[in-house]
């Protein structure tokens, strides 16, 4: 079980809130969130309520200023989070489509891979299904740019991981917490 403590104000500073659980809507605790800090688990953070919008991966440690954090402008993005189990066991497996509904080429993949393009010449993949352990998406190469958090299941279409669009860059295991 995790634990999660979000501030008002940058630097934990200002009222706080804390909890080990999901939390849809932060504006019922807090007016506005700046910054937060991990004391253990892995939570998955997001910019607007409900679980919608940008999501970040934070691990146990101190986020000071959630602008950097959630690499936006907006000073009080974090508007939703939910705990990332911490029972996957050491077994990864997905298999990636270059079209909605599992079509097109498929790849499957039970490590980290840095380039999607480089590694399989796709740009797109527009659905995916994960057999075993959890996934981080990334829009960018190299594990850059937004992230998206796709556990055991199937995601028909790249909106179902919360993307706007279908470009994966990279990939990686979720492998320690």
């Given at each position: 079980m995790?634990?999660?403590?979000?501030?008002?104000?940058?630097?934990?500073?200002?009222?706080?809130?804390?909890?080990?659980?999901?939390?849809?809507?932060?504006?019922?605790?807090l007016s506005k969130c700046n910054s937060c800090r991990v004391e253990s688990g892995l939570f998955v953070v997001y910019e607007k309520p409900n679980f919608m919008g940008q999501q970040t991966l934070v691990r146990r440690g101190e986020y000071p200023d959630n602008q950097?954090?959630?690499?936006?402008?907006?000073s009080d993005c974090i508007r939703s989070s939910r705990t990332v189990?911490?029972?996957?066991?050491?077994?990864?497996k997905l298999r990636l489509y270059e079209r909605p509904d599992f079509g097109g080429q498929m790849v499957?993949?039970?490590?980290?891979?840095p380039s999607v393009y480089d590694t399989y010449k796709l740009r797109e993949a527009y659905s995916c299904a994960v057999a075993d352990g959890a996934w981080v998406f990334y829009d960018l190469p190299n594990y850059r740019g937004h992230q998206y958090l796709?556990?055991?299941?199937e995601y028909r279409q790249h909106a179902d991981w919360g993307a706007a669009?279908?470009?994966?860059?990279?990939?990686r295991r979720i492998t320690e917490f």
């Open positions: 995790g634990k999660i403590i979000f501030y008002e104000d940058r630097s934990f500073q200002g009222r706080s809130y804390e909890t080990s659980n999901d939390c849809s809507e932060l504006t019922s605790y950097r954090l959630m690499g936006t402008s907006v189990p911490m029972a996957y066991g050491s077994a990864w499957e993949r039970s490590d980290d891979c796709l556990e055991r299941g669009s279908p470009g994966v860059g990279s990939f």
